[in-house]
């Protein structure tokens, strides 16, 4: 508790308002500093102007203030502190120039220096919280787009795996349906592929899924990540859809990083499926090509009646937006639309280095 305790021969009206002051700073000066601040100021200017300027009155001032400039911005506070001193600068020209008996001109200004401190003192706080409530901030936006990066990737995973399985899927199904009757063992190697489409997808799933998991709880056994040897699968599994397929690797035998041969296989999966969905019963050249420089896939098809005019299924554009996002990703380039004479064709080209054999 601040206790403030007046020598013999001061005023009276010092004696009483003084320890008032005390209180009522002590007391709310957290709450309200800018309110105690101005009720200080008062008692201190008046105590001044009556020739009774006192070392304990101006502490407690310096008190008031520095709460009072913690919580402002940096301007305000200066303009605060400038009011107060001007106030009090008053308050001892009119001392000097009254009739009241004359102070000395140190006891006259003992309030303004505690004031400066005080001022300083709490500016530096300030400063110091603005600075320290930035970096938090600025720790929360990195974190935040942290996240929304994760959260497209994992967006991104989850749109291949379900949208490559579904394709598949609902062609072979047509085809089983349509071959029920008449062919049933065709009709059963239809169905055959889709539950072989569905465990496949279902592994990858629970890849990407893995990945929301808390990584204290248990994980399941995970499916290897898709890399470009699985190409050669993936170009089975559109074939058994309908769609004939025709691969060509070279430079498959190059060592890439798995992120690099993902991202690859994503977008060749894209693009047949895209192919599924849109051109069913088109013919398809994939070719990838792997060099000491750089990495080029090319997937291209004939076309079907009415493919480019007015798609099987419904679209978003997602799709070929999600493959320039992950070739640009590894600083390449992507292009994707229909060519002269019927047909799609997707082009996808990334710069590497430290390719090794």
Known sequence: MLTLVARPGEHSQQTVVIPLLGCA?????????VPVLGVVTAGAGMTTATGHASLALG???????YFAALGLPRPRSIALAVTVTAMLGTAVLYSAFSGEPAQPAAEATQSLVPLAGAWFIADSVAARRRYQAGLAAQAQ???????????VRIARE???????????????????????????????????????IGRTAQDELRVVLGLLRDEEAVAAPLAPVPRLIDLKDLADTVRASG?????????????????LE?????????????????????????????????????????????????????GTGLGITGMRERIGAFGGWLEAGPVAGGGFRVTAEIPVEDVTS
């Open 243 to 259: 769609v004939p397929v025709e691969l060509r690797l070279a430079g498959t035998d190059l060592q890439l990083s798995p992120s």
């Open 141 to 151: 936006r990195e974190r935040a787009a942290e996240v929304r990066e994760e959260r």
């Open 158 to 196: 989850m749109h291949d795996v379900v949208a490559h399985a579904l394709a598949v899927i609902t062609v072979q199904a047509g085809v089983g349906r349509c071959l029920a009757a008449k062919r049933p063992e065709e009709a059963a190697a239809a169905l055959g592929s889709i539950e072989t």
């Open 59 to 65: 502490v407690l001032l310096g008190l008031a203030l």
């Open 262 to 314: 993902l991202t690859v296989y994503r977008v060749a999966q894209e693009a047949l499926t895209n192919v599924v969905k849109h051109a069913p019963g088109a013919h398809v050249v994939a070719e990838l090509i792997v060099s000491a420089g750089k990495v080029r896939l090319d997937i291209r098809d004939d076309g079907s009646p009415g493919y480019g005019e007015a798609p099987t299924g419904p």
């Open 25 to 33: 700073v002590v007391a709310l000066m957290r709450r309200w500093p």
